[in-house]
C-alpha cells in the first residue's frame, strides 16, 4: 500500500484534466470546484488530503470581530490543520467578503499547510501573495469574512464549488483549477491516470507526426494496438 508521501507525489506528475477524464469514466462528473482559481497560474501541481471549513450566511449576532477570539474560529481551525493538508473552504461562493487575509494565511503556511482553496475570496492580496501559501480563490475582497458570512464548523463534509468535499478526500490543484478524489477512489483513479497520461503521451506524438485524429483520438482498434506495441518496445 502507498504511503501518503508516495501517493501525492505521483499525482503531483498527473493534471487535474487527466484526473477529471478518469472520473468520469468512473462516473464522477461533478469534481471540479468551481471558482477556485489559482493566484499564481505559474505555481506547481499540488496534492494533499482536505481540511474542511464551513461558513454559512452572515448574521448579525454571530458574525462580529469579537467571533474572532471565540473557540469555534478560523483560528481555532488553522491551529488544528495537520502538516500538508489542503484547506478546503466552503464560502458559499461569497465573493464581496474575504475569508482569509495575510495573517491567516501567514500562519498557515507556517504550519505547514499545503495550500487553501475556497469558491470565496481572499482579502489583502498583496500580503496573501507575500506569505508564500498557494491559493485558489475566487477573487480578493476588502471587506472581512463577518461582513458577509459567518465561520460555524471544520472537518465536516462541505460544499466547495458545487463539489461535495468530505475530510481526508484527496484534492489536486494546478492551473486548471481544483479537482477532488474521493478517498476510497484514489488508488484505482491514479493507477488509470498513470496509463491515460501515458497513451496521451503517445498521441500526441502522432500528432506531431501528422497522424489524422479521426481512429487516433479517440482511438480504433487498429490505433489501440498500434499503441499497445509501442507501449510494450514492440519493433512492429
Not at 495537520?82 to 473552504?89: E, L, Q
Amino acid at each position: 500500500m502507498q504511503t501518503d508521501a508516495e501517493l501525492f507525489a505521483a499525482l503531483k506528475g498527473i493534471t487535474t484534466a487527466t484526473l477529471t477524464t478518469v472520473l468520469l469514466k468512473k462516473g464522477l462528473r461533478n469534481v471540479w470546484m468551481r471558482g477556485a482559481r489559482p493566484l499564481r497560474p505559474d505555481g506547481p501541481r499540488i496534492a494533499g488530503r482536505a481540511f474542511t471549513l464551513r461558513f454559512v450566511p452572515s448574521r448579525e449576532d454571530l458574525a462580529t470581530p469579537a467571533s474572532w477570539a471565540s473557540p469555534i474560529s478560523t483560528r481555532a481551525a488553522i491551529e488544528a490543520m495537520p502538516d500538508g493538508c489542503i484547506a478546503v473552504v466552503d464560502a458559499m461562493g461569497v465573493t464581496d467578503a474575504g475569508i482569509f487575509g495575510d495573517i491567516l494565511c501567514a500562519r498557515m503556511n507556517k504550519r505547514g499547510v499545503g495550500a487553501l482553496v475556497t469558491d470565496g475570496a481572499v482579502r489583502d492580496l498583496a500580503g496573501v501573495l507575500g506569505t508564500g501559501l498557494p491559493v485558489w480563490c475566487g477573487g480578493a475582497a476588502a471587506p472581512a469574512s463577518v461582513a458577509g458570512l459567518t465561520f460555524v464548523a471544520w472537518q465536516q463534509p462541505i460544499g466547495c464549488g458545487g463539489v461535495a468535499v468530505f475530510p481526508d478526500d484527496i484534492v489536486v490543484l494546478d492551473a486548471d483549477g481544483a479537482v477532488l478524489i474521493p478517498a476510497a477512489l484514489v488508488t484505482d483513479v491514479l493507477a488509470e491516470a498513470v496509463e491515460q497520461e501515458r497513451m496521451e503521451a503517445w498521441i500526441m506524438t502522432e500528432v506531431e507526426r501528422g497522424v489524422p485524429l479521426p481512429g487516433l483520438y479517440p482511438m480504433n482498434e487498429e490505433t489501440r494496438a498500434r499503441y499497445h506495441r509501442a507501449a510494450h518496445g514492440s519493433a512492429n
